[in-house]
């Protein structure tokens, strides 16, 4: 549980943080409204930027609840815990 609530807490803190930062950043500043090439704004890169952010942490995350289920496994074999048993 340490392992996972390593990875977990900070993961969530970032995205949340990214996320919420956004929504102060283009309600109260103009400073994603300068152009970055043509006529696409900051705010579209930096939108762009949390959806593939998104996509990164979930696959990074399903790659990393896969340890976490082993090493479940391993805790359960580890103190002889039987589903049937303890039903």
Request: aromatic share 18%.
């Amino acid at each position: 549980m340490r392992k996972k609530k390593a990875f977990l807490i900070p993961t969530t803190v970032l995205f949340l943080g990214l996320y919420l930062l956004f929504n102060v950043i283009i309600s109260y500043t103009n400073l994603l409204d300068a152009s970055f090439i043509g006529d696409i704004s900051w705010v579209w890169v930096f939108a762009f930027g949390l959806f593939a952010m998104t996509w990164i942490l979930v696959t990074v995350y399903m790659k990393r609840a896969a340890k976490f289920d082993e090493m479940a496994r391993e805790t359960l074999v580890e103190f002889n815990y039987d589903k049937e048993e303890n039903r």
